[in-house]
């Protein structure tokens, strides 16, 4: 659960810096995957997105837009990941915002006794 929580704060972290100034918030959406039934957490900003020439280097290691970032968050967090079976992606719009999407491995279960 530790690399859990450190992939979480980190795209939250990441987030809170690149979200819209006036209205800070981030928003969590989890769900399943159509078919796959994958359960999904989606940590969501509402920042002004990332050009294509960003979105194609975000998980390179050392790669950073800050004057003060290391480049290693993203890197290790999509890292941590896939040491635990599960994978993080990205979707952002330019203009719109920033969508990082965990996906976890299918586990069959029983959606009607998840506690809401």
Not at 14 to 32: G, H, M, V
Request: hydrophobic share 35%.
């Amino acid at each position: 659960a530790s690399q859990l929580h450190q992939v979480l704060w980190n795209l939250c972290e990441n987030a809170l810096r690149y979200n819209s100034k006036q209205d800070p918030i981030i928003t969590f959406e989890c769900d399943f995957h159509g078919e796959s039934q994958r359960p999904y957490i989606d940590i969501i900003d509402r920042g002004v997105g990332m050009s294509d020439d960003v979105k194609g280097q975000i998980f390179e290691p050392f790669f950073t837009t800050e004057p003060q970032g290391s480049g290693l968050g993203l890197y290790l967090a999509r890292e941590l990941c896939e040491a635990n079976q599960a994978t993080l992606g990205l979707l952002s719009t330019s203009g719109q915002g920033t969508t990082f999407r965990l996906s976890f491995t299918y586990m069959p279960i029983d959606k009607q006794n998840i506690l809401v």
